[in-house]
């Protein structure tokens, strides 16, 4: 959201990028369940996010792949900040509509 209202017309950039910037640390990219190193990206970001106040909370903006997790399900990171863990059934219905072009 920082970024965002930072850069209002840029889009988003990687999350690497991000962390260049300094908008988050390595450590926030890596997820803790994945095994990956720290600054390792564990996540997907979302392209297609509406980085805005008005993407809503539905919006997601990165979520983690099942292999996080053991193929039990993963995490999702919305607009207003919230965190949630999707089984796997919930998980991939989300990205699915994600890939639709859904929040």
Do not use: W
């Not at 908008?23 to 564990?42: E, F, M, N, R």
């Not at 292999?67 to 399900?73: K, T």
């Not at 207003?80 to 863990?85: A, E, L, M, N, S």
């Amino acid at each position: 959201m920082i970024y965002a209202n930072d850069y209002p017309d840029q889009g988003l950039p990687t999350l690497q990028r991000l962390v260049e910037l300094e908008y988050v640390t390595p450590k926030q990219i890596t997820c803790p369940s994945s095994g990956d190193q720290p600054g390792d990206c564990s996540y997907i970001l979302v392209l297609n996010a509406q980085m805005s106040l008005e993407g809503g909370a539905n919006t997601v903006v990165l979520y983690g792949p099942l292999e996080n997790h053991g193929d039990e399900g993963g995490n999702f990171l919305f607009a207003d900040g919230h965190v949630t863990f999707e089984r796997k059934q919930a998980y991939k219905e989300l990205v699915q509509s994600i890939k639709r072009g859904g929040p």
